[in-house]
């Protein structure tokens, strides 16, 4: 079992700048490639961003990119997602999710493991 809990979501103005964590405990926290994906009032999860286990391989959705960048630090068991110049559209629940392929995490289907998820509001 992995258990995964999200932090630092919150309310920012457009054009500001938030950094989400992502806490995961149970396993070897480098056997699973990580990724973060959210959902807005009304419409289905989409994927935001995908990582490796060992980090060298990212990968985003078309409208984060060059906003957002997604990390992790092993030695902590800790995932993050730095979010930059913020707009409205971003406003959703933001979950990070772990599977040991890291095809499934970027393809955000059939993963493993999921968090609770954390508010993240953008407002105009």
């Known amino acids: 079992q992995v258990q995964l809990v999200e932090s630092g979501g919150g309310l920012v103005q457009a054009g500001g700048s938030l950094r989400l964590s992502c806490a995961a405990s149970?396993?070897?926290?480098?056997?699973?490639?990580m990724g973060w994906f959210r959902q807005a009032p009304g419409k289905e999860r989409e994927f935001v961003a995908a990582?490796?286990?060992?980090?060298?391989?990212?990968r985003y959705a078309d409208s984060v990119k060059g906003r957002f960048t997604i990390s992790r630090d092993n030695a902590k068991n800790t995932m993050y997602l730095q979010m930059n110049s913020l707009k409205p559209e971003d406003t959703a629940v933001y979950s990070c999710?772990?599977?040991?392929?890291?095809?499934?995490?970027?393809?955000?289907?059939?993963?493993?493991?999921w968090g609770q998820g954390t508010q993240v509001t953008v407002s105009s």
């Open positions: 999710a772990a599977d040991p392929t890291y095809l499934k995490v970027r393809g955000g289907n059939n993963i493993d493991y």
């Open positions: 990582i490796s286990g060992s980090g060298g391989v990212t």
């Open positions: 149970g396993r070897t926290f480098s056997n699973y490639a």
